[in-house]
């Protein structure tokens, strides 16, 4: 196994996966406290359709993925500030009408995309040294906005009212908050798989909030408890030959049950 | 000049008018107290004087700036909101709920100065909390939560403090140490104080003039200006008693929830 860690693809993987690890909690957290779990989900059913319109359109796949939950992470933004949209309802209609979206294109496409599958279980051993750049990127891009911003953002998870008479403009971290968070679910999708991005995003935040007496303190256990995850995920991947995703969940998980043994 | 200056101001939102050519001003000794019926725009007005809301007519001013230019006044008002359920896992302490009164204040990043560390740790005496500062904010109880969030305003410390329902959903011991607590920082910190209420009862001796928001009416002006049978009966469309006892008044008003539509 350590003959393998050598190998420069190997490393890659391993570098995307931790940082999938890093990005999903801190994104999860704040979106945690705020109320909007179900946006991780969203956004990745939302990025498959991207990623089936690319394989239709025959461009990058991740490309088409970016585009198209960029836009619907905007559109999410203005339909439920600027329109008076319900979030709750305006997300679950985008999330449906994009998966009709990934269905229709793949039934256009006629070819079984075997690759489209690494989108979808996660795949880091095909992440690219362009995938592992961008994601590193936008997760320190994130990490230094929500450091910059850290009293902001607790004013705004704690109470939008106080926020808004404090002349915080609410309504442009909200924005933001939704852009990172599509970002950090599209650009993790290869290494971890779209269906556990979600866990990711929710299951280390969880955890960290019953143990985490203040806000950084808990946006740092968060990310902490991921990196741990994706490590040992990693590590149980390639010893026991299981998917990465799935490994780095269900370690996750048993992180979290153990958590119960101690009290906050 | 007054601190805050209201001049035939229409309020409202998404267009809709609320009330119209509201007309008064609050000067460093006030305490006012605004009450009346629910959806008579009670919040409304209250979140036009923060700034949050546009007046749709007339001119506003605070600290003596117009509120739609813009000006540091959001920072100048101790706001209390009205909050309902927070998160019993909400990763906050008190300390870290009061502490942060002053974060409007400061530049990112910027380390937090000695000051305001122990002006939160004196607020938190003044409203009588010392012993829960490292208590998280969501297992205290609801009036302990409203003291807490009063230390919070209080932080600056500001030069209006401005509460909304500051005793709902807050049993009755709770409600006299909070109401306690607003009368007193009035009175030894000479802040002005605007007090938005169901019940005006707590605040006849101390409230130096009253707003009455009724549906497209209003009345403002002092106790015997607007606590009056007649006009009380008229907002509230029922039958209301001003009554004395023991050498204090009180009205007896049933909350009337109206459709405004209806």
Known sequence: ?264 | MPEIVFDKVSIGYHGNVVAEDLTFTLEIDDFLVIFGPNGAGKTTLAKTILGILRPLKGETYVFGCPITGVCPHKKMIGYVPQIYNIDRGFPATLYDVVISGCYPLLKPLQEIPQMFKEQAMANLKTVGLLDFKDTPFAHLSGGQQKRGLIARALMGPPKVLLLDEPTSGVDMASEIQVNEVIVNTHKTAQIPVILITHDVNPYFKVATKFILMGYGTYFIGSFDEVIRPEVLSEVYQTKVDVVSKGGLRFINVRDVHHDRNA
């Open chain 1, 1 to 264: 196994m350590i003959e393998m860690l050598k190998l420069s693809v190997i490393q890659r993987a391993f570098i995307a996966v931790l940082i999938a690890g890093a990005f999903l909690p801190l994104a999860g957290s704040i979106s945690l406290l705020s109320g909007t779990s179900f946006l991780a989900a969203g956004f990745a059913h939302i990025a498959f359709a991207g990623i089936a319109s690319g394989y239709f359109l025959r461009f990058n796949p991740l490309l088409g993925a970016v585009v198209v939950t960029i836009i619907s992470a905007y559109s999410l933004w203005y339909l439920s500030e600027k329109k008076e949209g319900k979030y709750e309802q305006t997300l679950s209609i985008l999330f449906s009408f994009f998966m009709a979206l990934a269905i229709l294109f793949f039934g256009l496409a006629r070819t079984y995309a075997s690759d489209a599958m690494s989108y979808l279980f996660g795949s880091p051993l095909m992440a690219n040294l362009i995938d592992v750049i961008l994601l590193v990127v936008a997760f320190l891009f994130y990490l230094l906005f929500v450091i910059y911003y850290q009293r902001e953002l607790f004013q705004i998870v704690f109470s939008t009212e106080l926020s808004l008479a404090s002349g915080i403009n609410v309504s442009s971290f909200r924005l933001y908050f939704f852009l990172f968070t599509a970002l950090a679910v599209v650009l993790s999708m290869k290494s971890v798989g779209a269906l556990v991005v979600y866990g990711l995003m929710v299951i280390p935040p969880s955890l960290s909030q019953r143990i985490s007496k203040h806000f950084s303190q808990m946006i740092i256990m968060a990310i902490a408890f991921g990196v741990v995850s994706s490590f040992t995920g990693f590590i149980l991947s390639l010893a026991i030959d299981v998917p990465v995703g799935a490994a780095v969940v269900v370690t996750a998980t048993i992180f979290y049950l153990v958590s119960f043994i101690f009290k906050k």
